[in-house]
């Protein structure tokens, strides 16, 4: 009965002492210090130039398969890869034309397909830095609602802007949410 008791007391003060805010604290930061020592190390070691071999995986198709190497691209490929069949060599395929990247399609892109669906319905349009919507508060050639514009510039409304200073809110805007302010128009300006 004595060392029962005992293992209760130890458990209800490791209770107790796991509650505490300090202990807490104190196994949070020590966590912290540990992954944080663990993450450095990773770091460190992977700027160096080690020059070790490969890893190698055990190809899943059977044990008579050779392992499959993984190499990064800073490690040197210090083993040869197996010889392939005379046959495999005759049936080799001809090497696929590699066309060109897609353009990217940052804000200098998309600034002039919105700007032109939002002025006048088309991606291709001019931009009006004058419009103003009918139906709500959304006016320059970006068509930024009053509360969005929020008094940029000390004006009230986006086309009692400058062009330039629409431009800077435009690409303002896009750096903070991407396209999202345009959704309503998306249809027009992701068309091509």
């Not at 509650?19 to 949070?28: E, F, G, H, K, N």
């Not at 830095?129 to 510039?153: F, V």
């Not at 009230?156 to 903070?176: C, F, K, W």
Request: contains cysteine; charged residues 20%; glycine residues 8%.
């Amino acid at each position: 009965m004595g060392r029962k008791a005992r293992f209760v007391h130890a458990c209800g003060a490791g209770a107790w002492l796991s509650a505490s805010p300090r202990v807490q604290t104190l196994v949070a930061a020590h966590v912290a210090v540990v992954l944080g020592a663990g993450l450095l190390a990773v770091g460190v070691h992977q700027r160096r130039d080690v020059r070790s071999e490969p890893l190698a995986l055990a190809a899943a198709t059977g044990p008579g398969s050779p392992p499959v190497e993984l190499a990064s691209a800073s490690a040197p490929r210090l083993t040869k890869a197996p010889a392939r069949p005379a046959a495999a060599k005759q049936r080799a395929k001809p090497a696929r034309r590699r066309s060109a990247p897609p353009p990217p399609r940052g804000w200098a892109y998309w600034s002039a397909r919105i700007r032109g669906c939002e002025s006048h319905g088309r991606p291709d349009a001019p931009a009006d830095y004058q419009a103003q919507n009918p139906q709500s508060s959304a006016s320059g050639a970006y068509q930024i609602t009053d509360t969005t514009w929020a008094g940029r510039y000390g004006v009230s409304h986006a086309s009692d802007a400058t062009p330039e200073q629409q431009e800077a809110a435009a690409a303002d805007l896009y750096r903070r949410h991407g396209k999202a302010d345009w959704m309503a128009s998306a249809p027009c300006w992701r068309s091509e």
